[in-house]
Structure formats: C-alpha cells, structure tokens
C-alpha cells in the first residue's frame, strides 16, 4: 500500500558539507577494492602504468636535453650537425609514440576494470534480499539509484583514473626537471651594483611561485564548482526520471488529457537544470580567466626569468632553449591543479554521491530513526504464526482480530481487509521486508516460498524468461512451459517463447497476473501469498486458478490477501485486518516514527 508523502527526519536533515568524512570515504572503497576479484588485474594494470609513465619521464628528460646540441647547430648553421641531432629526433620521438600508446591502453584499460570493479559492487550491495526495496526510505541517498548505479559510477571511475594518471605523471615531471632546472639557474646571473650575484635554485623557485599563485587564484575563484557539480547530477536525475515516468504512462496522460499539466511539469524540471547549468557556466567562466590567463602568458614567462643569463652571455641560445623547456615542463607539472580544479570539483562531487549510495546501502537496515520493529524468526515447523502482531504504517497500525495465529502448512487461509487497511504493508511484512511494528511474526522457509504481488514483475528478454523467473529458464523445458501457459489459458502465447518484447506493455493486466500463476506451477513452492492477485482475474480466470490449487498445488499452503470475503469453499479460514490510529495503540513516540517514502528530489 503507497504510503502519503511526508518529510522524514532523514530528508530534514541538514545536508553534509561535500568535504565532510573525505578521509572515510576513500577508506570505504579502498576496503572494497581489496576484497575484489579485480584487485590483482588493476595492481598489475597499475604497476604496468606506473613503468610506462617512469620511462615516458626519462624519454622527456632526453628529449629536453637534446634541445642544447640541436639549436646551438641552428644557431652555428652546422648542416651535418643538424642532420645528426634530426636522426636523435626521429629516435627519441619513435620511444615517446610507442609509450604514448602503451599509456594510453593502460590508461583506458584501467578505467574499465574500474568501472566493471565499482558497477559490479553497487549492484551487488543493491540488490541484496529486500535492500533496493528499503532503499526508496533512505532519504536523498536513495534517490535515484539508477543513476548512481550507471552514470555517476562511469563518470568517478573515469575521472578517477584520468586525474590519478595525471598527477603521477605530474610528479615525475616535478621531479625530474626540478633538478634540471636548478642546475641551469647557475647560468642565470644578475648584476647587482656592478657585483654579480647569483641566486640557488633561481628558476626553480621562480616556477614554484608562478604555479601557487595560479592555484590559489583557481581555488579561490573555483570553489563554487563543487556544490554546483554536486545539484547538476540531482537536477538532471529528476529531469530524466520525469520524462521516464512520462513516457511509462502515457496512456494514462493521454486518457485524461494530462499533456498540458505534465509540459509543465517537465518544464520546471528542465527550468531547474538550465538555471544550475547557467551558474557551472558562469563559474566555470570566472575560473578560465585564470587558467587561460596563466596559460598564455607561461609561453613568454621562462624567457622574461632565464633572460638575464641569455643577455648577460652566460647562456648559450641552445643551453635558453633547455632552460625553457625545462621551465615548462615544471610549471606545467606545478600547475597541474590549476588545470584540472574543474575537474577535481566534478570529481568530489561525483565521490560524495556514490560513497553516499554505497553508505546508505550498508546502513539502510537501520533508516527511520528508531521505531519499533516486528521481531520476524523462522518457524519451527515450517509453519506460519503471528503472536500480537501489527504492522505500523504512516497512517495507524493494521493488525489481525485474533492476537495469537497459527498457520499449518497446506492451509488455505484468506485474510481480508478494507482498502487503506495496511493489507499490503502486511504482504510485506510476511516478505521481510517491512520490519516496522510489534509482536512476533514466525515464517516458513524463504526458499518453499513465492509472493504474488497486485503488480507482477516482468523482466526484460524473452517470454519464457518472465515464465520461469527468477529461475534460469534453462531450468525447465519447452513442453513444462506450454503447459503452464495452456492450463492458465495463456496458450496463445506459447510460439512467442523466445520473443523479446516489454511484456509488462504487451500484456493486459490479467494477463499478467496469469504469467504469475504460470511461474506457481513450474516453481511448485510450499506457501504462497498472494496480495489481491486473485481478486483481479475475471471470474472464469479465477475459477482456473483455484483449480490449480486444489489439483496441481494441493499440497502448498496459500495466504491470499484480499479486499472481501469469497463463498467458493475454498479457502478453510477467514482472518480480518483492521487499521487503528497509532493512539489507540498505546505506542510510544518513538514507535510511531515510520519512514516514508522519497520523492524524486
């Protein structure tokens, strides 16, 4: 049974700084990485990398060093010396394409398995027994899992691997050239009052200060990104979940004429991502003032500081040109902040969302506050038993006329309720996965039992798939399933076995509650609880599936759920639900605390 809107104290909550738990959040997915089946392949993609970059960096400092004999040829016009440093050239440049290449392989190789490792992860958390299910009261966390799943995945292990790459190739270039240049500065010498005077490191310590203070400017100016990064990815995950839940019911817009209300629904989704992207572009905008600015004018900015030794005669053209490049390649290095701040801000926003999701899925048995709980154990004898049991809802408390309830397996038992009851919420309860209530609710094996909601699930893929899921439809022959499909008067669907389609969308609803008792006769569980599923049928429908259970399904106990009571003989006990405002329950305040569904926010 939906449950009415209404702000849970989880969505109350102020939401956390971006920076807050950095530390906590890698440690998750460190801990994670080292207990995945991919942790060996991406060590050794890893280390491949790791050799690749160290002998790129050792190709850069040669190349850089080949720029002294190569414009000192130019510059002393040796035809034969020039031809011999162009020879050098091709060699150097040869080395540099194949690690270029090597990098590149590695580099794309290890965003894959980093996506397959973290993809695979999120899923694995999500779809554990009930999880995606409780997910929906997890607050902003839950929001939009798909998402989280698919594109903000992607995305932080694409920029994972890129800004990681980068900056160890950054600190190898740091480190290399650093020591280049401060040998150069000793040909850099100034004349101070007719003295020379020469000053340690004098280039070094020049990059040093040009990359700060084109970081600092970028942080200051950057800043904003973060936060804004972190409302795009909402705003478009509701814009894409609005347009998706249009187009899931357009037949229901178009019967009611609801196009118009809907274009201004999706209008003011879509208003909300054009006003948040209209600040990133103006962010974004004020931060390339700085980037751009410092880019342009580092082309100038090593000859304006190794000038001095050019003019003074200490520096030879080839021995500035060094110098030159070797300034750059510090800078370049030092200013690798700079460069990516956008898309480090992209990044820890993208870092917050899935450590968010991945933590809301490790907690989510605990959301809600602290309400009380049913206390839900296996029964003994395989039976079903309630002892006091009620189940809370946002509206009251459904719970059974009789207090103490015990159900033998084969037995056929009809529960019934008034619409708004909490029938539903119960059907829950009885699959684990509404905990929130009293009392005591004893259950049969999980694996002896199949649900049968108002609303079958139909998978994507073949027809023969939706017969036999969840099971693998390998499991069951062609013959088992034509007859399943015949004895529920499904026979005409038997030659679109391996026809894929959305059958959720093909189907009637009839037909698809039809599909569900199809799976009963192949499965063949021992208990079987149906919520208003029978109800629905047409009466020649439902006089065949009654059949079912008195010949093929005799021996499996059935719990249907249902909206009144039925005089076909067939059900041996009638129980009644019946809702009660929390008051009359005596419930505590916290006990009367039940999470809530999310919106799409």
């Known amino acids: 049974m939906p449950l009415p809107r209404a702000t849970t104290a989880v969505e109350a909550a102020p939401r956390p700084s971006l920076g807050e738990h950095r530390p906590a959040q890698f440690g998750v997915f460190f801990d994670a990485l080292k207990t995945s089946a991919d942790r060996t392949a991406l060590a050794c993609l890893a280390t491949g990398i790791l050799l690749v970059v160290v002998a790129t960096t050792l190709a850069q400092i040669r190349l850089n060093a080949w720029n002294q004999p190569f414009y000192d040829a130019l510059a002393q016009r040796s035809v034969d010396a020039f031809v011999r440093q162009l020879m050098v050239f091709a060699a150097i440049a040869g080395t540099l394409l194949v690690l270029n290449v090597m990098q590149s392989w590695l580099h794309e190789m290890i965003k894959v398995r980093l996506r397959g490792w973290l993809t695979g992860d999120l899923i694995a958390r999500w779809l554990e027994p009930g999880r995606a299910y409780r997910l929906v009261w997890a607050g902003e966390a839950g929001v939009n899992p798909d998402q989280r799943v698919h594109e903000d995945a992607r995305h932080l292990t694409e920029l994972s691997a890129d800004l990681c790459v980068g900056l160890l190739q950054s600190g190898l270039l740091l480190a290399s050239f650093a020591g280049v240049l401060w040998v150069l500065s000793e040909d850099v010498v ?30 200051r100016v950057g800043r904003p990104l973060v936060n804004l990064n972190a409302e795009r990815y909402a705003r478009e995950a509701e814009l894409r979940f609005a347009l998706v839940r249009v187009n899931e019911n357009a037949d229901g817009i178009a019967l009611g004429g609801g196009e118009a209300d809907e274009r201004q629904r999706l209008d003011h989704e879509l208003g909300q991502v054009v006003a948040v992207t209209r600040q990133l572009v103006n962010a974004g905008a004020r931060l390339t003032w700085i980037t751009s600015g410092y880019g342009w004018f580092a082309i100038v900015a090593p000859i304006l500081v190794a000038a001095p030794g050019y003019f003074a005669g200490n520096l030879s053209f080839g021995n500035l040109m060094m110098a030159v490049g ?7 290095a030092l200013r690798w902040f700079v460069d990516n701040y956008s898309r480090i801000a992209d990044w820890r926003a993208t870092l917050t969302r899935v450590s968010a999701f991945r933590q809301a899925l490790a907690t989510v048995e605990g959301l809600g506050g602290q309400p009380a709980r049913i206390e839900v154990a296996d029964h ?38 008034r619409p708004g009851s909490g029938k539903s919420t119960l059907f829950r309860a009885f699959a684990r996965l509404w905990p929130w209530g009293t009392g005591r609710l004893l259950l049969p094996p999980r694996h002896s039992t199949m649900f049968l909601p108002q609303r079958p699930y139909m998978p994507l893929g073949p027809l023969r798939a939706a017969l036999t899921y969840p099971a693998d439809p390998s ?16 026979g005409h669907l038997a030659p679109q076995l391996d026809s894929s389609q959305r059958w959720d969308k ?19 569980p021992k208990w079987v609880f149906i919520d208003e599923a029978i109800d629905m049928l047409d009466e020649d429908h439902r006089r065949i599936v009654l059949s079912i259970f008195r010949k093929e399904l005799s021996d499996a106990a059935v719990i249907s759920i249902g909206r009144r009571a039925v005089r076909s003989g067939f059900y041996e006990r009638i129980l009644h639900l019946n809702r009660y405002p929390l008051s009359r329950l005596h419930t505590s305040s916290s006990e009367a605390t039940v999470p809530t569904r999310n919106g799409t926010g």
């Not at 101070?192 to 600092?216: D, E, H, K, N």
């Not at 070797?326 to 370049?332: D, G, H, K, P, S």
């Not at 459904?398 to 159900?407: F, G, K, P, S, V």
């Not at 069951?476 to 015949?486: I, Q």
Request: charge should be negative; charged fraction near 15%; include cysteine.
């Open 190 to 219: 100034f004349s101070l009052q007719g003295r020379p005077l020469a000053i340690p490191g004098y280039m070094v310590w020049c990059a040093l200060f040009y990359a700060a203070t084109a970081s600092w400017f970028s942080w």
């Open 475 to 490: 499991s069951f022959g062609d013959n088992a399933l034509v007859a399943a499909l015949e004895r529920t008067g499904l």
């Open 326 to 332: 070797a300034f750059l390649q510090v800078q370049q």
């Open 506 to 524: 093909d189907l009637s609803m009839d037909e698809q509650q039809r599909i569900a008792f199809a799976r009963l006769l192949l499965h063949k």
């Open 380 to 417: 003994p004898a395989a039976g079903l038993a309630f002892d006091h049991l009620a189940v809370t809802t946002a509206a009251g408390r459904a719970a059974m006329t009789e207090e103490q309830i015990e159900i033998a397996p084969g037995s056929r038992v009809l529960i019934v309720g």
